[in-house]
Nanobody, 128 residues
C-alpha cells in the first residue's frame, strides 16, 4: 500500500531553519510530481513547493520563495524541504504529497485536488 511518512518537524525560533523529509513507498515514486503542502489552524491547506519527477523543475508559493528549497532523491524514494529564515506565519502542519499528472502540470498544482496520495503530516512551530 502507498505510504508517505514525514519527519523533521519541530519548534524553532523566528529566523531559524528546519529540514523536513518524506519517505515514500508503494508506488512508482520517480514518475510522480511531488509537493509539500501546509495547513495552519483555521486556514485552508495550501501547496508551498512542487518538484517534477526528475527533479529538474520546481515551483514555489510566493510566500516561501527564496527561503524554502524542495529536492528529491529518486534512488531513495525520498523528498526534502529545506527551510531557512522561518517566520511565525510558517507555523503549520506540513504534508508530503504525490500529485496526479494532470494536477502537477496545471495552474492548480497548489490546491488539494491536485493530490493523489497524502502523508500524515508533521508539525512545524515557529515562535517569535
Amino acid at each position: 500500500q502507498v505510504q508517505l511518512v514525514e519527519s523533521g518537524g519541530g519548534s524553532v525560533q523566528a529566523g531559524g531553519s528546519l529540514r523536513l523529509s518524506c519517505a515514500a513507498s508503494g508506488y512508482t515514486y520517480s514518475t510522480y510530481c511531488m509537493a509539500w503542502f501546509r495547513q495552519a489552524p483555521g486556514k485552508e491547506r495550501e501547496g508551498v513547493a512542487l518538484i517534477a519527477p526528475g527533479g529538474g523543475s520546481t515551483n514555489y508559493a510566493d510566500s516561501v520563495k527564496g527561503r524554502f528549497t524542495i529536492s528529491r532523491d529518486n534512488t531513495k524514494n525520498a523528498l526534502y524541504l529545506q527551510m531557512y529564515g522561518l517566520k511565525p506565519e510558517d507555523t503549520a502542519v506540513y504534508y508530503c504529497a504525490a500529485e496526479t499528472r494532470s494536477g502537477c502540470y496545471s495552474t492548480s498544482w497548489h490546491l488539494p485536488g491536485a493530490v493523489a496520495y497524502w502523508g500524515q503530516g508533521t508539525q512545524v512551530t515557529v515562535s517569535s
